[in-house]
Nanobody
Framework: VQLQASGGGSVQAGGSLRLSCEDS????????MAWFRQVPGKDREFVAA????????RYADSVKARFTISRDSAKNTVYLQMDSLIPADTAIYYC????????????????WGQGTLVTVSS
């Protein structure tokens, strides 16, 4: 598994971004996928997770109804569509893969992407 995250950037509050995370390995369909985020000085926090088939999704309360996680098995890619962004969403976003469904615990995920920075200004 080799994860490459992209799509971060700077937006104003109320704007949208779509993050992508491509798995260059050949085991994408075997794993559950998730997005976490981290602000310097704070713990990495769960954002969203998606099951292997793509139909099961879980979200942190703080992003529910604003963020949407999806996956495209043909492209070995998981996405995080982020709408109605607020300054509190500012963080480095990480994608991760794991074998346990469902877990918001970062220690249950085996592989991590390098992170992509999202900055939301007011």
């Amino acid at each position: 598994v080799q994860l490459q995250a992209s799509g971060g950037g700077s937006v104003q509050a109320g704007g949208s971004l779509r993050l992508s995370c491509e798995d260059s390995g050949r085991t994408f369909s075997r794993y559950y996928m998730a997005w976490f985020r981290q602000v310097p000085g704070k713990d990495r926090e769960f954002v969203a997770a998606i099951g292997r088939g793509g139909t099961d999704q879980r979200y942190a309360d703080s992003v529910k109804a604003r963020f949407t996680i999806s996956r495209d098995s043909a492209k070995n890619t998981v996405y995080l569509q982020m709408d109605s962004l607020i300054p509190a969403d500012t963080a480095i976003y990480y994608c991760a893969v794991g074998n346990i469904w469902y877990s918001p615990n970062m220690f249950d995920y085996n592989f991590w992407g390098q992170g992509t920075l999202v900055t939301v200004s007011s």
